[in-house]
């Protein structure tokens, strides 16, 4: 179903005063006319006053006011008659009725606030007729500002099966409310529904950190993707995975961002004692590189300037006398020898 715009109907404030005029002219015909019976007159007058007065209070019904960036969808038994998505005070057909399935929806997201203790319109405090059609309307309309979708954090095991937690926000806004309304049964629960199922389908392609022998792209060559490392290209797989699933509903997707990301609670114990462990070694293998180096140079020296004849024993002993000092956790407490070298 195509949305169908309502325009050129911004007469609102026109039938209301109209309306408001013939209220009181049919008034006045009621007090006139029962002078005019009590004299003799004509009871004409008298009868389309009082059926003025049972009946003029339906065209209230058909007054509605939008602000900037919302939407009312109208049906009229049953049909779908057009959508009013500009700000304004507009007259439609009375018997007309707005549909907004997803108007009692509260998520975690921008927008879901309890319209129970909204301030009533001038319009209703002004006559009081129609009051509960007013609400309701009131109640009925589809926001089209951009809203917010916090998801709720999800417990995923990653592509090497270790459980993570995740919770992403999703940017989004209607942008077609007849699609919205009734292509699915209620926009937002949709909404939410899609996001965990794109959310599950991406994140079980990634590992939680950069792991060898992993192909996150799909070309059959291993690459360096990780959710720690590559959010910003999970978040956009997110993202185009959840619009093409929103698109039947008439919602756009404008971005999608990571909030949270942390190994499950059975085992983050472990996975942070095995990124200690990988630290230590990482920090071991530069100490002795470091060392190494520091020893070859020191025996070039050495053997450059002649300062002393080693023989392969004495160097294997320097060796490992100067390994010992570079690559201790502690400062060396060395043993000075005093007597001869040999």
């Given at each position: 179903m195509n949305e169908k715009v309502l325009l050129h109907r911004k007469n609102g404030m026109i039938v209301l005063l109209l309306t408001t005029l013939l209220y009181l002219g049919a008034i006045a015909g009621c007090i006139f006319g029962g002078m005019m019976i009590s004299g003799g007159g004509s009871p004409v007058l008298l009868v389309i006053s009082i059926i003025w007065l049972c009946?003029?209070?339906?065209?209230?019904?058909?007054?509605?006011?939008?602000?900037?960036?919302?939407?009312?969808?109208?049906?009229?038994?049953?049909?779908?008659?057009?959508?009013?998505?500009n700000e304004g005070f507009y007259f439609v057909n009375p018997f007309s009725s707005s549909v907004n399935p997803a108007a009692s929806t509260h998520l975690h997201q921008s927008g879901d606030v309890d319209n129970s203790d909204r301030q009533k319109s001038a319009l209703s405090l002004a006559f009081n007729v129609g009051k509960a059609e007013t609400e309701l309307s009131g109640s009925k309309k589809i926001s089209l500002k951009?809203?917010?979708?916090?998801?709720?954090?999800?417990?995923?095991?990653?592509?090497?099966?270790?459980?993570?937690?995740?919770?992403?926000?999703?940017?989004w806004r209607v942008v077609d409310t007849a699609k919205a309304v009734f292509n699915v049964d209620n926009y937002k629960e949709y909404l939410s529904l899609q996001c965990d199922t794109a959310l599950r389908n991406i994140v079980r392609i990634y590992p939680y950190d950069v792991a060898p022998n992993v192909d996150t792209t799909g070309d059959g060559i291993a690459d360096e993707g990780s959710l720690r490392g590559s959010s910003e290209i999970v978040a956009a797989?997110?993202?185009?995975?959840?619009?093409?699933?929103?698109?039947?509903?008439?919602?756009?997707?404008?971005?999608?961002?990571?909030?949270?990301?942390?190994?499950?609670?059975?085992?983050?114990?472990v996975m942070l004692q095995r990124q200690q462990a990988s630290a230590v070694v990482d920090a071991r293998k530069m100490i002795v590189d470091g060392a190494v180096g520091m020893v070859e140079m020191a025996l070039d020296r050495l053997n450059e300037r002649g300062v002393v004849e080693l023989d392969e024993e004495r160097k294997a002993a320097m060796v490992s006398n100067l390994l010992v000092v570079l690559c201790g956790n502690r400062d060396a407490q060395p043993i000075v020898n005093s007597g001869s070298l040999y």
């Open positions: 009946i003029g209070w339906i065209p209230y019904c058909g007054l509605r006011i939008l602000k900037p960036q919302e939407a009312l969808v109208l049906t009229l038994f049953g049909n779908y008659t057009g959508t009013l998505k951009i809203m917010t979708l916090n998801n709720n954090r999800q417990k995923i095991n990653d592509c090497l099966g270790n459980p993570v937690e995740i919770g992403i926000a999703v940017m797989r997110i993202r185009d995975e959840i619009q093409k699933r929103v698109e039947e509903a008439g919602l756009e997707v404008i971005e999608a961002r990571i909030t949270y990301l942390a190994y499950a609670p059975e085992i983050a114990a």
